[in-house]
């Protein structure tokens, strides 16, 4: 925050906002919900436009909000818990273009930069979830196979994977300042970072095409068609070399020097 900033938060009417639409770009903070024991993610089934299905839980910052500040907020309002901002991360930005609003005229669409953090619940806190019915018709638990192989919008496969690699992103480093002495241990964390890096390396632009609960996607000159309808989840089951140490280098490195580790950028337009 540069200066002595002060927000001065006014309710837009529909149609103030729907101009405003019309003229900016609005700043989101959505949050995936991850229940690590099994690999699930809680998802939110939006009743309204621009995104009437399975989502993530969150919405639009504030003048003055940090990113994390407008999360926390979210959460507290779709589904009843408050939490400390340090338990959110970062894990991608996307931008979104989309067909469609909620605010006539609704083909004049809207356009969202989106910070997606991620949230990890305890069991004790699972059970506590109340959910904004104002919001959302429905909500369940998803594992990760369910979205990355479903009928889910490509943010939400995105967001799966590049949960994973900020987690693979923290094995690495624990790796390195654990087993420093161990260059075959840190050539295999490296390796597995590198391949679940080059899984989370999406297409820069996808086209996204979403009618009767049927995904069409084109990414990169590649068309896929989901036609399956997710309906109900899956239950969930209860001494080496100094290469080593130089891909692991040469992996952080990189990284750290390009401020990518554990934050992944992407276009995503809904037509």
Known sequence: MTGDFKPHHKFLSDETYALALDSIVKACSDVLIVRPSDDHFYLGKRKVEPQP?????GGRSKPGDTTIDAAVRNVKR???LSFEQS???????YSFAWEKRQQAPQTNG???IS???ALVLRD???SKIVLDENEYDDAQWWSADDILTGAFHPALKQAVLDWRLARETDQLRDTVASRSDNWGVIAGAAKSFIKVMDEACGAQRTNVSFSNGVYDVSADGKKTHFDTTPTK???PSSPGNR???GLAALALGSLLASGAIGFGVGRFLRR
């Open 78 to 80: 779709e589904l009843g």
């Open 233 to 235: 989840p899956t239950v």
């Open 53 to 57: 299905d399975w989502w993530f839980i």
């Open 115 to 117: 910070v997606i953090h």
């Open 110 to 112: 809207t356009a969202d």
């Open 243 to 245: 290469s080593g140490f």
């Open 87 to 93: 338990r959110f991360r970062v894990i991608a930005t």
């Open 124 to 126: 004790d806190e699972v």
